[in-house]
């Protein structure tokens, strides 16, 4: 089934090495929100779209914030 498509080959063995949202701590609701809500999509296409890296950071980090007051 991985070799139908190359570009899938990667998660074919992406499972050995993967781990929960917030690993090693215990799951977390904010862990899980994190993952889910920000992550890196968000702030990679800031980046991208020219946001200096100051500023990407400190938008992350005040969407975090936000999102382990709501766990």
Do not use: F
């Not at 890196?40 to 020219?50: K, S």
Request: hydrophobic share 30%; glycine share 6%; aromatic share 6%.
């Amino acid at each position: 089934m991985w070799k139908v498509e190359p570009r899938n080959c990667p998660t074919a063995t992406r499972l050995k090495t993967a781990h929960l949202p917030g690993w090693p701590a215990p799951l977390q609701p904010g862990a899980v929100g994190d993952h889910r809500e920000i992550c890196r999509y968000r702030h990679v296409r800031q980046a991208c779209a020219g946001k200096s890296t100051k500023e990407v950071i400190a938008d992350a980090q005040t969407q975090l914030k936000q999102i382990y007051k709501q766990a």
